[in-house]
């Protein structure tokens, strides 16, 4: 009864274990670690010191066993951390800590085993104004949640960016003399002379050296306006340079190509053209703070014709794109990220659109402190002005016209400010109802861009309130007419002064019309308007100085991908749009108030983007070994720390094709093969995979299973290997089972025997 007692025991202890080798769970008890084995190259910006090791050993394993295990390789033990079960080693000069990982790691007493690795406080650079970045560092030092940011400290650890990294902010122009932008400005290496007047590198811009303005069609794309001066800093503000702030690059090109003008409006075309300008020099990333509810065909054909990144505004009316499309961040083109704003509490912001189709992810975008520009006037210049004093009479007069339903307007005697003449709508009677009048000065102004142009004037009358109005019109021709602002209601007797910004007219047009109308309604009649001493002036705009300001907007979150995309090309310039793109969705943190609302849930994150962005390293030390007739196991060390997973192949013979047969996890450190032909030599590889693409791939390792047969088919399912002990064990267990089937036979036939 002894021996059966005995036996019992070898059973209990070896059948659980056959059958851990036939299961497919993670968990499996057979050889491998999550995370064993780490490598000395474990990611390409980390260091560690040199000569020295961390080993974790298994419970259990014995103070003599350890050191004989680092006496092996003449290393000695400087530190017991007892209550993880951690060495820390020195090594001998002739081994390598890569060596040293791949020695340990083979050895079934051990649990892992790292380089140790330096560590440094997260990279937090000198800028004078750095602390009112809260999109980059919240520590809830504007009453918002602390690390509702994006993580840029911590992904500074890993890259501050690249100069060989090209990021066209096509906006209002940029004060290139920034002292924190100016380091980052771009420079066209096809202009050798920047004033010669020659095209050098003949792409249709002359001395295009720093970018293009395409208002003006020039080559000076200075922001009369401070938008796009204020996304530049963002993206790619001078950090670390003890001024200032710090951009999410430290280090970048900024191409800058103006298309909207001094009031902030621009066209389709120069949007286009600049666009494909900034692909065609080489940009990998533009960013369009900007926007329109109209669709254009010919935009969309500018983005898809485009290799860049394009990250656009959502828009700031507080609507759902998927509904009231935002353009051109509502196309469906693949290389688009749309971005909505999120505030310091990582909520949505309250202006932001949204769309949980087409809108892909939040970024901060309330309150945010960048470069800004001092902008001075010259001296004004008159460009016209007018008193009605020198004549009277019905229009056209005084270079004045007049058309339109119920036109009647005339020059009056003794109705103007002080008794003087004025431009009257409906002389010696009230105006009419329908009626849609106008006047105008009838010679053509032309436009003078990057000044600021303002109509002034005064004006009486009595006007039912928010039905009729006196418009203050514009017209390119003289023929086709609109309004730009208006007035309505009763003076109460009084000439009023009011003067209304031109500015925008002057930009959208080489040369236009201004004048006055009156549109009515049929619900009532009054006495109509008086117009008195009416001018136009022009200011030349200067950039006077430079300065940083808080502003708010889609426009301002958007940038934040921008700059989080030149991070991630900085560190892995292979990568296309579309993968960077990938990274940076995939790696959003997720929010609550951002689900359903758009398409990742979350809000951007520059660190985790950053760390899926870097190259990976290939596993290493791959082994094969024969668990059984038809099961081989596979371990293998993961020298990354930034994968998804792991992809498997495996040949049959010398002259078979390698196929992958299966996927794992990250940190997953080998897998099972089962369901395999008996006494067959396999052969396999693997490499690692994220986002940003793979490895090269590992060793070849090979190995041929037993010669008894359990029926395989020639491969089929296996199992990932993420904590046990190591495949030697395994295969002594293996082993036991025969003798423990003989030992058993023979103690039956004792048994027998002494019955007999």
Same mark, same amino acid.
């Given at each position: 009864?002894?021996?059966?007692?005995?036996?019992?025991?070898?059973?209990?202890?070896?059948?659980?274990?056959?059958?851990?080798?036939?299961?497919?769970?993670?968990?499996?008890?057979?050889?491998?670690?999550?995370?064993?084995?780490?490598?000395?190259?474990?990611?390409?910006?980390?260091?560690?010191?040199?000569?020295?090791?961390?080993?974790?050993?298994?419970?259990?394993?014995?103070?003599?066993?350890?050191?004989?295990?680092?006496?092996?390789?003449?290393?000695?033990?400087?530190?017991?951390?007892?209550?993880?079960?951690?060495?820390?080693?020195?090594?001998?000069?002739?081994?390598?800590?890569?060596?040293?990982?791949?020695?340990?790691?083979?050895?079934?007493?051990?649990?892992?085993?790292?380089?140790?690795?330096?560590?440094?406080?997260?990279?937090?650079?000198?800028?004078?104004?750095?602390?009112?970045?809260?999109?980059?560092?919240?520590?809830?030092?504007?009453?918002?949640?602390?690390?509702?940011?994006?993580?840029?400290?911590?992904?500074?650890?890993?890259?501050?960016?690249?100069?060989?990294?090209?990021?066209?902010?096509?906006?209002?122009?940029?004060?290139?003399?920034?002292?924190?932008?100016?380091?980052?400005?771009?420079?066209?290496?096809?202009?050798?002379?920047?004033?010669?007047?020659?095209?050098?590198?003949?792409?249709?811009?002359?001395?295009?050296?720093?970018?293009?303005?395409?208002?003006?069609?020039?080559?000076?794309?200075?922001?009369?306006?401070?938008?796009?001066?204020?996304?530049?800093?963002?993206?790619?503000?001078?950090?670390?340079?003890?001024?200032?702030?710090?951009?999410?690059?430290?280090?970048?090109?900024?191409?800058?190509?103006?298309?909207?003008?001094?009031?902030?409006?621009?066209?389709?075309?120069?949007?286009?053209?600049?666009?494909?300008?900034?692909?065609?020099?080489?940009?990998?990333?533009?960013?369009?703070?900007?926007?329109?509810?109209?669709?254009?065909?010919?935009?969309?054909?500018?983005?898809?014709?485009?290799?860049?990144?394009?990250?656009?505004?959502?828009?700031?009316?507080?609507?759902?794109?998927?509904?009231?499309?935002?353009?051109?961040?509502?196309?469906?083109?693949?290389?688009?990220?749309?971005?909505?704003?999120?505030?310091?509490?990582?909520?949505?912001?309250?202006?932001?659109?949204?769309?949980?189709?087409?809108?892909?992810?939040?970024?901060?975008?309330?309150?945010?402190?960048?470069?800004?520009?001092?902008?001075?006037?010259?001296?004004?210049?008159?460009?016209?002005?007018?008193?009605?004093?020198?004549?009277?009479?019905?229009?056209?007069?005084?270079?004045?016209?007049?058309?339109?339903?119920?036109?009647?307007?005339?020059?009056?005697?003794?109705?103007?400010?002080?008794?003087?003449? %004025?431009?009257?709508? &409906?002389?010696? $009677?009230?105006?009419? !109802?329908? /009626? +849609?009048?106008?006047?105008? @000065?009838? *010679?053509?102004?032309?436009?003078?861009?990057?000044?600021?142009?303002?109509?002034?004037?005064?004006?009486?009358?009595?006007?039912?309130?928010?039905?009729?109005?006196?418009?203050?019109?514009?017209?390119?021709?003289?023929?086709?007419?609109?309004?730009?602002?208006?007035?309505?209601? %009763?003076?109460?007797? &009084?000439?009023? $002064?009011?003067?209304? !910004?031109? /500015? +925008?007219?002057?930009?959208? @047009?080489? *040369?236009?019309?201004?004048?006055?109308?009156?549109?009515?309604?049929?619900?009532?009649?009054?006495?109509?308007?008086?117009?008195?001493?009416?001018?136009?002036?022009?200011?030349?705009?200067?950039?006077?100085?430079?300065?940083?300001?808080?502003?708010?907007?889609?426009?301002?979150?958007?940038?934040?991908? &921008?700059?989080?995309?030149?991070?991630?090309?900085?560190?892995?310039?292979?990568?296309?749009?579309?993968?960077?793109?990938?990274?940076?969705?995939?790696?959003?943190?997720?929010?609550?108030?951002?689900?359903?609302?758009?398409?990742?849930?979350?809000?951007?994150?520059?660190?985790?983007?950053?760390?899926?962005?870097?190259?990976?390293?290939?596993?290493?030390?791959?082994?094969?070994?024969?668990?059984?007739? &038809?099961?081989?196991?596979?371990?293998?060390?993961?020298?990354?720390?930034?994968?998804?997973?792991?992809?498997?192949?495996?040949?049959?013979?010398?002259?078979?094709?390698?196929?992958?047969?299966?996927?794992?996890?990250?940190?997953?450190?080998?897998?099972?093969?089962?369901?395999?032909?008996?006494?067959?030599?396999?052969?396999?590889?693997?490499?690692?995979?994220?986002?940003?693409?793979?490895?090269?791939?590992?060793?070849?390792?090979?190995?041929?299973?037993?010669?008894?047969?359990?029926?395989?088919?020639?491969?089929?399912?296996?199992?990932?290997?993420?904590?046990?002990?190591?495949?030697?064990?395994?295969?002594?267990?293996?082993?036991?089972?025969?003798?423990?089937?003989?030992?058993?036979?023979?103690?039956?036939?004792?048994?027998?025997?002494?019955?007999?």
């Amino acid at each position: 009864m002894k021996s059966i007692r005995i036996f019992s025991k070898v059973a209990a202890l070896i059948i659980p274990l056959s059958f851990s080798l036939l299961g497919c769970g993670s968990s499996s008890s057979i050889s491998g670690i999550e995370k064993s084995g780490i490598s000395a190259d474990k990611k390409n910006t980390a260091e560690y010191m040199p000569g020295e090791l961390l080993v974790k050993f298994r419970d259990g394993t014995s103070a003599i066993t350890a050191e004989g295990l680092h006496s092996s390789i003449n290393a000695v033990r400087k530190k017991v951390l007892k209550e993880i079960r951690v060495h820390q080693i020195k090594l001998p000069e002739s081994v390598t800590v890569t060596e040293a990982v791949e020695h340990y790691q083979h050895d079934p007493n051990v649990e892992y085993a790292e380089p140790n690795y330096i560590i440094h406080k997260a990279a937090v650079p000198s800028d004078q104004y750095f602390n009112n970045l809260w999109g980059l560092n919240n520590t809830g030092q504007n009453g918002g949640v602390s690390d509702a940011d994006i993580d840029a400290p911590e992904a500074w650890d890993i890259t501050t960016g690249s100069h060989d990294v090209i990021i066209a902010v096509i906006d209002t122009g940029i004060a290139s003399g920034h002292p924190d932008l100016s380091g980052n400005i771009w420079r066209n290496a096809g202009e050798s002379n920047c004033a010669d007047d020659i095209d050098n590198d003949g792409n249709g811009y002359i001395d295009d050296c720093n970018g293009w303005d395409f208002i003006g069609n020039d080559n000076d794309p200075s922001d009369y306006d401070g938008h796009g001066t204020h996304v530049s800093g963002t993206i790619a503000a001078q950090g670390n340079n003890s001024i200032g702030i710090a951009g999410i690059m430290w280090d970048a090109q900024i191409m800058p190509l103006r298309i909207l003008g001094v009031s902030g409006s621009g066209t389709i075309a120069d949007a286009a053209s600049a666009i494909l300008y900034a692909n065609a020099k080489g940009a990998r990333i533009i960013n369009n703070s900007w926007g329109g509810s109209g669709y254009s065909q010919v935009l969309k054909d500018a983005v898809d014709a485009s290799n860049a990144l394009v990250v656009c505004a959502a828009g700031n009316n507080g609507t759902d794109n998927d509904a009231l499309p935002f353009y051109p961040a509502s196309y469906t083109s693949s290389n688009i990220i749309s971005v909505a704003a999120s505030d310091n509490n990582d909520m949505l912001a309250f202006f932001s659109n949204y769309g949980i189709n087409s809108v892909d992810i939040a970024a901060p975008g309330v309150n945010i402190y960048s470069t800004f520009q001092v902008l001075t006037y010259g001296v004004p210049v008159t460009i016209y002005s007018e008193d009605f004093d020198g004549a009277s009479g019905n229009l056209p007069l005084l270079g004045w016209n007049r058309g339109g339903t119920n036109s009647t307007w005339a020059v009056t005697g003794g109705t103007g400010v002080g008794g003087s003449n %004025s431009l009257e709508d &409906s002389p010696a $009677s009230n105006y009419l !109802d329908n /009626t +849609s009048s106008r006047a105008w @000065f009838n *010679s053509r102004v032309f436009s003078e861009k990057d000044n600021r142009y303002t109509l002034s004037f005064q004006w009486k009358g009595v006007l039912e309130r928010g039905a009729d109005y006196l418009d203050i019109n514009y017209s390119p021709d003289s023929i086709n007419w609109d309004w730009t602002d208006y007035r309505t209601g %009763s003076t109460n007797g &009084s000439f009023l $002064s009011y003067s209304t !910004d031109f /500015t +925008s007219i002057a930009e959208s @047009f080489d *040369s236009f019309y201004f004048g006055f109308g009156l549109s009515s309604n049929n619900s009532a009649i009054d006495d109509g308007v008086y117009i008195d001493n009416v001018s136009l002036i022009r200011e030349p705009l200067n950039i006077g100085g430079y300065s940083y300001e808080y502003e708010s907007g889609a426009s301002m979150a958007a940038p934040h991908v &921008s700059g989080v995309a030149g991070l991630i090309f900085s560190l892995n310039p292979s990568l296309s749009s579309l993968q960077a793109k990938e990274i940076i969705l995939n790696t959003a943190d997720l929010k609550p108030s951002m689900s359903g609302r758009t398409l990742t849930g979350g809000r951007l994150n520059a660190y985790n983007a950053a760390l899926h962005s870097v190259q990976l390293n290939a596993p290493s030390g791959l082994n094969a070994a024969a668990a059984s007739s &038809s099961t081989i196991n596979l371990t293998w060390a993961d020298n990354s720390n930034n994968e998804t997973g792991f992809r498997i192949e495996r040949k049959a013979g010398d002259e078979g094709i390698y196929s992958e047969i299966a996927a794992v996890g990250a940190n997953v450190t080998g897998y099972n093969d089962a369901g395999l032909n008996s006494s067959t030599l396999y052969y396999y590889r693997i490499k690692a995979y994220n986002p940003a693409g793979s490895s090269s791939y590992s060793n070849e390792a090979g190995a041929t299973t037993n010669g008894e047969s359990s029926g395989g088919n020639g491969g089929g399912g296996g199992c990932s290997i993420t904590a046990g002990a190591d495949a030697k064990a395994v295969d002594i267990l293996m082993a036991l089972i025969p003798a423990a089937a003989v030992f058993m036979a023979i103690k039956r036939r004792k048994k027998s025997i002494s019955k007999r």
